[in-house]
């Protein structure tokens, strides 16, 4: 019976011992009631330390999720006050398939985990939106705007127009123009919840403006926004014709060049003089010099493709693999190219360029 007793204190004092061995308490702070296709969301938690004064650290990990990533697994806890922190952790669905990670939170002291606690995951609900809508750019945002715009001729039927777009909480890393083919990511930077993308895009000449529209989270509706496509009047040599190839005045050259070599040569047979024979001559190797195709080169990886050939120039893109391209012109240590495999015109600098 005193052994029973004795057994029967022991766990009741380590019992006691356990619960005031708990030293960190976790709760959600802000949880999105629901997120949609490709939205990047924001989850904070917090944690009340009991006994902050014996933690040197506070370092968390992520288990048991399903379709999600965690962009900022390395966060940092902030101190808000004597015994409570908290972190801001971002993620990004896959699909509406996914499954929020359970967050273990472990206090750190003397490079060794004293304490570790488990906060279950909660269930968020998942929405597709605008799967029809062929304005819709596929970001969704707390806010978006245009910085800025700048159009420009980009060969005798198109024009290039470049755009600068600021958002907040966005996925601006997804944002696409639907129906246009040649269009892309010149830059983007990424300080989230801030981010920056650089976008260029081709479109007809006679397109005057352009409309797409964005999911706005703090309205909760579609935003849509508009970028005129101003042609602007600094057209110079180097950029009115883009594909010298394409131009019909140099088409119109060649053709004048032919008829002429074909009058003297007609002349030569009629009159059989030494002077059209002469003519005829040079007329013919001027004719298979202008005819000749272009020279073909490699423009190595991770090149910049600029609009215009001088240093301060828009970058039109950058090449993630070397591309075989045709040579179109050359300025200065600048040489314009066209892409056989993958098309696009440009000006590379001469260094990154090679031969084939």
Known sequence: MKKLFILILANIFLSINIYAAKNIYLSYLEVPDQVYNNQRFEIVIKALITTPTTVDNISTSFS??????VLNPQSQWTKVSNNNYENRYYFKAGNGNFQLPDFTVN?????EITESTVLQSVVVRYLDIANNDKRFSNVIAKNLHIKAYKTKQYNNKDSLTIIDIDAENSNLEDFVLKEIEEQGISKITDNYPEQNLIY???MPVHKKKIVFNYYNTSTKSFQEVTVPLILQNELVSTQTDLNPNDSSFEKYKK?????????FIILLIWKRNKFYLFISLILLVLTI???MPNKIGVVKKDSYIYILPTKNSTIFFK????????VLNQKK???????IDNKFI?????ENFGKN
């Open 289 to 291: 010099l202008y005819l």
């Open 333 to 339: 240590n600048f040489i314009k190219v066209m892409g």
């Open 319 to 326: 090449l993630d693999s070397e591309q075989k391209v045709e």
């Open 255 to 263: 053709i004048a060049l032919v008829a002429v070599l074909l009058i």
């Open 107 to 111: 206090l750190i002291q003397d490079d």
């Open 346 to 350: 440009g000006w590379v600098k001469e």
């Open 64 to 69: 048991n999720s399903t379709n999600i990533d």
């Open 200 to 202: 260029y895009f081709v």
